[in-house]
């Protein structure tokens, strides 16, 4: 210790163990979506605000994803796609280990039966196409935690 220092060696020791400590990870937002503008441009929107998003192209990609990747802690996905389509993606999520993971639809081609399956699968809502931007990233900043007052949320 020098005559300038005014922490301890042991302080200083229990400063640096402090300060490397790994930070849990940033939640991010699994975007997926089988057209790779839609992807692009959810992923721009998010980012803008802060959020730190991952993108799939297929239901197969994206559950491969959340197998691999706990940092995920929301998924926002399209319903029509290849062979894993959404409502078959939010099936699966909802039968695995992160069965609680909040999800929200965002679709340009959906009927009422879809947003009655939706809802029963317990999605966070259910946004049409194209997306009001402010309502989605209220409710991404909510589900993540992120200070988004409930009051923000404008709900039909």
Known sequence: M?????????????LSAVMLEPDLPAQRVLIVDDD????????EILALDGIRCMTAASGETALKMLDEKPSIGLVITDLRMGHIDGLDLIRQVRQSERAALPIIIVSGDADVQDAIAAMHLSVVDFLLKPVNTGKLLALVKHELGMDAPESEIKRP
């Open 2 to 14: 020098s005559d300038h220092d005014i922490l301890s060696d042991a302080e200083r020791e229990a």
């Open 36 to 43: 790779k503008d839609a992807r692009e441009l959810l992923s």
